[in-house]
């Protein structure tokens, strides 16, 4: 009688955790191949971060003029959005397009695409690739180091108890009404 | 029994500090340590934004053709922006014709955002989308932008225009959309870059060179050596907003 009693909990587990590997009634997201060897961040911390860090390099770029090549939304553009089969780049409501594969899932709507191109663009180089001499050490603690220090901080944070995005100055500099990219689907 | 059992708390709270400091050096290391290999791979292309360094124009009107739209041109297609003669069609830079009517005499001027020091839209925006960055260059946060248009109201020199209907087809480095308020950005991320906005660079290559742009803070740069040499003004001087751009031969 109490082998029955585990037998039969353990079987409608069994059944229960089966069912999505069979095919909910949801399709699991495909999420596009990206064209680089690796992202900017582990994979994993992309999956959970990737909205923070976005966050944070648009402030920095807009506010304090830190850009990056790689780590900027046409940086993502360029390496995770390619041509389909057709020749023509997926429209952003697709869910070919890259970022729509995990948002439509989550049923997560951003309106990043209603200003920023969605297309990778090579002439992203001649506006944007000129490099300058990295920043002096006297010169700023608002460097790249500094950025990093603060990502760093906000990995922990993440980690460990609340979220918080940023340190310093920065936070304080962030002018009201901010408004959230991404208001539903937030864990 | 009490004076036996103090030892055993002290080397409890001992252990326990050691393990808590161990868990928060882990949990800030770990992450980090792989964050520092991943951030290698992209060091910032630009430096932040310095305010030892104050970017400015300065536009020779003497110089400035009046059939000649090269900066104009220049604007619209480097930022993706058309003016097609609406009335709420962008206009970041647009040729201005001042004449005095009492001796006829008549200038052709570029106007756009004039990159104030004391800027009146900065003051006005209610939600700190319009900012002075800390070069002095005035730009909008698109994305606080509640498209309001109080600094539209609030500029003299009607640089601003707004968005009033959807777009496609932008710049990957001029992102603009319906519902917020643009203007010059001084070409901000070529400035970022190294070089000089595309008016300054098309006006030396299909105009007659009439505008230079450079650090107004810099004794050495190009525009303080003609700003120290040749008189120039600012537009509605009065204002005492301090402008970024400045006119020569007005």
């Known amino acids: ?187 | 029994m009490r004076n036996s059992a103090l030892p055993q708390i002290a080397c409890d709270q001992d252990r326990r500090r050691f393990f808590g400091i161990a868990g928060a050096v882990a949990l800030a290391l770990a992450p980090g340590v792989s964050l520092i290999a991943y951030a290698q791979s992209d060091a910032p292309t630009s430096a932040a934004a310095s305010a030892k360094t104050r970017w400015g124009l300065l536009i020779d009107t003497t110089q400035c053709k009046p059939s000649c739209t090269a900066c104009v041109t220049a604007c619209s297609s480097y930022n993706g922006w058309k003016n097609e003669g609406r009335p709420t069609d962008p206009q970041w830079i647009r040729k201005v014709q001042v004449s005095d009517p009492s001796t006829g005499f008549s200038r052709s001027v570029p106007v756009m955002c004039q990159h104030c020091a004391n800027a009146p839209c900065v003051e006005v925006c209610p939600t700190g989308a319009s900012f002075k960055r800390a070069d002095g260059i005035v730009l909008v946060d698109r994305h606080i932008c509640i498209g309001c248009r109080y600094c539209m109201m609030a500029c003299p020199y009607k640089a601003r225009s707004f968005v009033s209907e959807n777009l496609s087809g932008q710049k990957p480095w001029a992102p603009r959309g319906k519902g917020t308020v643009e203007g010059c950005t001084l070409c901000v991320p070529r400035v970022d870059a190294g070089k000089v906005p595309a008016c300054v660079e098309a006006c030396a290559r299909e105009g007659n060179g009439a505008m230079t742009f450079g650090d107004l803070n810099d004794p050495a740069s190009p525009i303080r050596r003609a700003l120290a040499h040749h008189p120039a003004v600012q537009l509605r001087a009065d204002l005492m907003l301090d402008t970024g751009v400045r006119y020569e031969g007005l």
């Open chain 1, 1 to 187: 009688m109490a082998a029955i009693r585990l037998i039969i909990p353990t079987v409608l587990l069994a059944l229960i955790a089966a069912v999505p590997a069979v095919g909910g009634r949801v399709p699991m997201p495909k999420i596009p191949a990206a064209k680089g060897a690796h992202c900017v961040r582990p994979t994993q911390w992309m999956r959970r971060n990737h909205m923070k860090l976005l966050m944070q390099l648009r402030y920095e770029a807009v506010h304090e003029g830190i850009r990056h090549k790689r780590e900027s939304l046409p940086g993502c553009i360029a390496c995770h959005v390619s041509r389909l089969a057709d020749g023509k780049y997926p429209s952003v409501k697709s869910r070919k397009f890259f970022c729509n594969a995990c948002h439509q899932y989550v049923g997560t709507r951003i309106d990043c695409f209603s200003c920023h191109t969605n297309r990778p663009d090579a002439a992203y180089e001649i506006a944007d690739g000129v490099r300058r001499p990295p920043p002096a050490a006297s010169e700023g603690q608002r460097s790249g180091t500094a950025a990093w220090a603060r990502a760093v901080a906000m990995v922990a944070a993440d980690s460990g108890s609340a979220p918080s995005r940023s340190g310093g100055a920065h936070g304080a500099k962030r002018p009201k009404g901010h408004r959230a990219v991404n208001r539903r689907g937030r864990p």
